[in-house]
Nanobody
């Protein structure tokens, strides 16, 4: 089992920045967090993929809507994955979820084994 806890959400003005963190813990950590990703869900909408990263950090993938604004990274020594969000827009407002999967490959669907509880990000215009 792997537990994921997100932090760093909050209220920010458009054009501002936030950095989200996701701390992982558990007995099968190195296996269960092979792929880490961030998703987001706005009110009344589906949960959408934002960004993903492989174990070594050598491969990342972003949704078109956030590419060149958001940066995903991970520090395996700290069992933490980050999402640096820059040039935030009101449409980035959502609950952001951290996810992990043991299987290889970054996928943009909800096929992840573990999920955090989410952290709210609100961008005001």
């Amino acid at each position: 089992q792997v537990q994921l806890v997100e932090s760093g959400g909050g209220l920010v003005q458009a054009g501002g920045s936030l950095r989200l963190s996701c701390a992982a813990s558990g007995r099968t950590l190195s296996i269960g967090t092979n792929i880490m990703a961030w998703f987001r869900q706005a009110p009344g909408k589906e949960r959408d993929f934002v960004a993903g990263i492989t174990w070594g950090g050598g491969t990342t993938y972003y949704a078109d809507s956030v590419r060149e604004r958001f940066i995903i990274s991970r520090d395996n020594a700290k069992n933490t994955v980050y999402l640096q969000m820059n040039s935030l827009k009101p449409e980035d407002t959502a609950v952001y979820y951290c996810a992990a999967r043991a299987r290889r490959g970054i996928v943009t669907t909800l096929e992840y084994d573990y999920w955090g509880q989410g952290t709210q990000v609100t961008v005001s215009s």
